[in-house]
């Protein structure tokens, strides 16, 4: 069952990342980014990441992409825009070398070996356990990253307001 | 019967593949934008991975605080980037990145 889930959420995954990167018009390629960030959610939850999950589908296909669809719509791209389909040396130089760079992680990666599943505490992944650990233990990452949201609202005001 | 850990990560090196492709080969900004989102996703992937799956010790939720603070820079980086494209397309008209090269000479 296990199993099962883990492959039909892989390949729907990579199937929505495969989407984004061939999509002509940027809109589909959000959409299926949407999708692949749904099942990388699922991939998540097997991994006994409850909250990740969550923040996954609120954050990320919530928050992060309603952005990316609004921009996408602000700049209204038509097919002028994105011009006609090219196909040049770069392109496949550059696809042949993370095929390679891809093919030699693989081989290091499928050789990890299988580790027993270990057991794992009743709270592993819940809120309470990763917000102890936050709270407690990264409370000073936790403080500078909330410095670096702050920073990041104003420059992108800053940047895209052109004139204030 | 549990996925071994080897899966997780082959399937998280696999969408950093994609991801790197779509990031070198694609032209338009907002593409090469959101393969890098999923090349961010495919490193939290593997760190949910590693934190259930450690190769030594017992699982430990450090992975996925990890994972947080992952999601916070990317959600920094995502408004910061759409503002510079916003930024960009309003004087150059266009979202190409070869249409880019100021810098070059």
């Known amino acids: 069952m296990e199993s099962l889930l883990f492959w039909t959420f892989a390949v729907i995954t ?10 002509r ?30 923040l996954q589908i609120l954050v990320y296909a919530g928050a992060i992409m309603v952005l990316f669809l609004f921009v996408i719509m602000l700049l209204n791209l038509g097919p002028r825009d994105l011009g006609p389909p090219r196909f040049g040396v770069g392109k496949v130089v550059g696809v042949l070398a993370v095929g390679a760079t891809v093919a030699s992680l693989l081989k290091v990666v499928l050789h990890v070996g299988r580790t027993p599943s270990p057991p794992i505490g ?4 819940t809120v309470a356990s990763v917000g102890r650990l936050i709270y407690q233990q990264y409370t000073l990452p936790f403080e500078v990253v909330s410095l670096l949201l702050l920073t990041a609202i104003v420059a992108a005001v800053v940047v895209a307001k052109g004139r204030i | 019967m549990a996925v071994p850990l080897n899966h997780y990560l082959a399937v ?11 990031a070198l080969v694609r032209r338009n900004s907002l593409t090469v934008f959101m393969s890098i989102e999923l090349m961010l996703n495919a490193a939290n992937l593997t760190f949910l991975a590693f934190a259930r799956y450690p190769l030594r010790g ?12 992952v999601m916070a820079v990317a959600a920094a980086e995502a408004a910061v980037g759409l503002a510079i494209i916003i930024a960009v397309f309003r004087v150059r008209g266009s979202v190409n990145i070869d249409d880019l090269r100021s810098l070059r000479n």
């Open chain 1, 25 to 54: 018009n940027p809109v589909n390629g959000a959409m299926s980014l949407v999708g692949s960030f749904f099942a990388l959610a699922g991939l998540f939850l097997l991994l006994d990441a409850q909250l990740i999950a969550v």
């Open chain 2, 58 to 69: 017992p699982p430990a939720v450090n992975g996925q605080a990890v994972a947080f603070f």
């Open chain 1, 122 to 125: 009743a709270g592993f992944g």
């Open chain 1, 14 to 23: 990579l199937a929505g990342g495969v989407g984004v990167v061939v999509a």
């Open chain 2, 12 to 22: 998280a090196t696999l969408l950093f593949g994609i991801g790197l492709c779509g």
